[in-house]
DNA sequence: GTCTATATTCGGATAGAC
DNA sequence: GTCTATCCGAATATAGAC
């Protein structure tokens, strides 16, 4: 409430420093891309924003907790993907689409791919506003299966470990191909096929191992 | 039974070697469980064998030559282990056994499974001996999978998918419990019943790769 | 093969002035 | 918020004696 017709300093203060941690990022992302997140460094990072590498703490106050903005904003970017998808009016079609969305995501950044889906900086944990972010992302997807007729949840693990599977083997298997997220219609069609065939009941008796 | 009742030391000193070399791989995982891969140190593994630091360099040529070791290392295990399965009548079942083997693989040493089937080390590339190794499983697997029925590329494609996935699924979000694995048999039946419906084009044995 | 000694470079992080 | 200066520790790797 209450923005005066010219901002006032403290408000553009604000949002210049917000434009540069975000060129932070940017550069982050690329570094990451070139030489693998866990060899980011922070001397040439700061060359990249121009900046000394201790004007960096201005901005995080550990390398960890830069990773952690990373996790944050990458959710956030795929989240908006996910909910930029096109409605269909068939919710089978709705789930196919958003398995080859995960796919694809994956495809295009695998950096982003392994820092949101595979541990492999010793020592990160995502704070608990980033899970929020993530969590969101879980209940989007869990509408759209649910909707597509994914009820128990058996079901959903066999979809999410499904989708999960597609992606590792594209990015480790045939980048920049289209190889498995093609098989997103098929496999989709595979996991419902089962659902119909046994609803509320995919595994067979004593299912519990 | 030819070896010479006193055995010629070249081949005590090379047996000393390869132990001592066994001794520190094994050290090497365990410090890889405790920080992560990517953060074994070579001074902390030359302690725990008894070793300066620069002595390791009798055993390995660089820290990228040691991770080479340990690939190759686990890469023969798995297909020790793979080849230790206990033959089954139905194919069916022997690729469900196959499958509940890979996520408990997986699930017992994930940072083996980091270091074969992720790619976290910056700028670790598996020599071509440690890919033969890797091809033998592949192989092997294909086998399997071939005789269980799946005859087409998308077949495979679909079936390394999913054992990808289940293993990523409970690595990640049910590390010690079998959430995932005991999804393996209903998967597998899933796939097959796929392939029964609409049987595809044989492929030709061995290609698959 | 193992050692001591050292090179070299780099890392993240802090202190304190402006 | 940004700087200079610096700390301190860590890393991998090499040289050369024994």
Redo the contacts with the bound molecule.
Sequence with gaps: MSAAATEPPVDR?AR??EE?FARILHEAWALARRDGLA????????DRV??????L???F?????LYDAMFAQAYRVIVDRFRAMPAADDPRDQFVEMVRLSVQLASEDIVRHQLLFQRTIPGFEPSDASMAIAYELYDFGSDIMRRAGLTTQAHFDMATAVMAGLAHQQVANDPGGDRWERLAEPTVDLLLASVRAKPGRPTKKGSTR
């Design positions: 203060r210049r420093r540069k060899a980011i460094s922070l001397r040439e990072l700061a121009d900046l000394r590498q201790p004007s703490y201005a901005y106050e550990s390398k960890l907790d």
